[in-house]
């Protein structure tokens, strides 16, 4: 398959992608949130519950892993991406080494992982890694982010894409802004238009191949404390907007993270997104808490009731699914509730 080939798999039909790449320390905090003890048989148990789901085969298109879980051998006899395969979902892998303090601006970060990296990426590739993904993160605040950490972490972001294709790999670009602050959502706008251009420029520079990538943004949104608030259709306007203006019309697909709202309101913007977008960009969902929020909980309630984990999974990956397509709908979610 060609790297367009498969950037198109994940993003297209209805399908998004899985992130379920938490670093030990994010799950972590999410385990520690339901009164699960973080161990590698607890972290197997649910991951391996998820990429078993029924859900996977026609809401999932790529899952993205975590360098322990790669590596992993399921209780069925095969390896976890083996079974993410079998789904017919494409594996991938988080290759940054995380955000680390920007020297010179120490309150910013800079996204680090890139020595040793080739060598890094010819491993995960034998492991059954197709694609990868690197998250850069951008405050917002009176002074940043600053110039510096937009222009470091685009670089890096080039670099990385760049090593990757070589690696015959499809890179996934997160430029996250983050959604803490009381900024409202024009200033969302204008930070995430100078964080895409600085990577788009970096991206060329770095002779990236744009058909072979996917973007992974945040959505044009007020700051989480911002007192005005936003609907659904100026958010979908706003962001839809941003990313026609820049985004290069090359990129095949466009998954947005949650980056911390919830599942529904998540759900409820990208299907706002979808229902007026008349642009050529696969428009999808590549969400860590907004897939994965209810199914934690009932793994909390019970870590071996498998039933309820994928049934509140499967939902969730259903909901957004639907929304891919401008599908989905508040009376959906209520049936289910019911
Ligand atoms: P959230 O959807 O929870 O923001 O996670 C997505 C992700 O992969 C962040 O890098």
Same mark, same amino acid.
């Given at each position: 398959?060609?790297?367009n080939?498969i950037a198109k798999k994940m993003c297209a039909?209805?399908?998004g992608i899985?992130?379920?790449?938490?670093?030990?320390?994010?799950?972590?905090? !999410?385990?520690?949130?339901?009164?699960?003890?973080?161990? %590698?048989?607890?972290?197997?148990?649910?991951? +391996?519950?998820?990429?078993? *789901?029924?859900?996977?085969?026609?809401?999932?298109g790529g899952?993205?892993?975590?360098?322990?879980?790669?590596? $992993?051998?399921?209780?069925?006899?095969?390896?976890?991406?083996?079974?993410?395969?079998?789904?017919?979902?494409?594996?991938?892998?988080?290759?940054?080494?995380?955000?680390?303090?920007?020297?010179?601006?120490?309150?910013?970060?800079?996204?680090?992982?890139?020595?040793?990296?080739? %060598?890094?990426?010819?491993?995960?590739?034998?492991?059954?890694?197709?694609?990868?993904?690197?998250?850069?993160?951008?405050?917002?605040?009176?002074?940043?982010? *600053?110039?510096?950490?937009?222009?470091?972490?685009?670089?890096?972001?080039? !670099?990385?894409?760049?090593?990757?294709?070589?690696?015959?790999?499809v890179?996934i670009?997160?430029?996250?802004?983050?959604?803490?602050?009381?900024?409202?959502?024009?200033?969302?706008? +204008?930070?995430?238009?100078?964080?895409?251009?600085?990577?788009?420029?970096?991206?060329?520079?770095?002779?990236?191949?744009?058909?072979?990538t996917v973007l992974k943004?945040?959505?044009?949104?007020?700051?989480?404390?911002?007192?005005?608030?936003?609907?659904?259709?100026?958010?979908?306007?706003?962001?839809?907007?941003?990313?026609?203006?820049?985004?290069?019309?090359?990129v095949p697909g466009i998954a947005?993270?949650?980056?911390? +709202?919830?599942?529904?309101?998540?759900?409820?913007?990208?299907?706002?997104?979808?229902?007026?977008?008349?642009?050529?960009f696969l428009i999808t969902?590549s969400?860590?808490?907004?897939? +994965?929020?209810?199914?934690?909980?009932?793994?909390?309630?019970? $870590?071996?009731?498998? %039933?309820?984990? $994928?049934?509140?999974?499967?939902?969730?990956?259903?909901?957004?699914?639907?929304?891919?397509?401008?599908?989905?709908?508040?009376?959906?979610?209520?049936?289910?509730?019911?």
């Amino acid at each position: 398959m060609t790297l367009n080939e498969i950037a198109k798999k994940m993003c297209a039909g209805g399908k998004g992608i899985l992130a379920a790449d938490e670093s030990t320390g994010t799950i972590a905090k !999410r385990f520690k949130s339901i009164n699960v003890e973080n161990i %590698e048989k607890n972290r197997l148990i649910f991951r +391996q519950t998820l990429f078993n *789901s029924s859900a996977m085969k026609d809401f999932i298109g790529g899952v993205i892993l975590f360098d322990e879980t790669i590596r $992993q051998k399921t209780s069925l006899g095969i390896s976890i991406p083996e079974l993410i395969s079998k789904h017919g979902a494409v594996p991938g892998i988080k290759v940054d080494k995380g955000a680390k303090s920007l020297a010179g601006s120490s309150d910013e970060t800079v996204t680090e992982g890139l020595d040793g990296l080739r %060598e890094r990426l010819r491993e995960y590739y034998d492991l059954g890694a197709r694609f990868t993904k690197w998250r850069a993160v951008y405050k917002i605040s009176n002074k940043f982010p *600053s110039a510096q950490s937009i222009k470091s972490n685009a670089h890096a972001l080039a !670099r990385y894409a760049a090593l990757v294709q070589e690696a015959k790999m499809v890179p996934i670009v997160e430029p996250e802004v983050l959604m803490d602050g009381s900024h409202n959502i024009d200033k969302c706008y +204008q930070v995430t238009t100078d964080v895409l251009n600085e990577c788009y420029n970096e991206l060329e520079i770095h002779k990236v191949d744009l058909k072979g990538t996917v973007l992974k943004p945040n959505m044009i949104i007020p700051g989480s404390e911002c007192e005005i608030k936003s609907s659904a259709e100026e958010i979908a306007r706003k962001t839809l907007d941003c990313l026609k203006k820049n985004v290069p019309a090359e990129v095949p697909g466009i998954a947005f993270l949650s980056g911390g +709202q919830s599942e529904i309101e998540s759900s409820k913007n990208l299907n706002e997104i979808n229902k007026i977008n008349d642009t050529n960009f696969l428009i999808t969902f590549s969400y860590g808490r907004g897939l +994965q929020a209810s199914a934690l909980k009932e793994f909390g309630k019970n $870590q071996e009731n498998i %039933e309820n984990i $994928q049934k509140a999974f499967n939902h969730r990956a259903k909901m957004n699914g639907l929304s891919s397509k401008g599908e989905w709908s508040e009376e959906l979610e209520k049936e289910f509730a019911a």
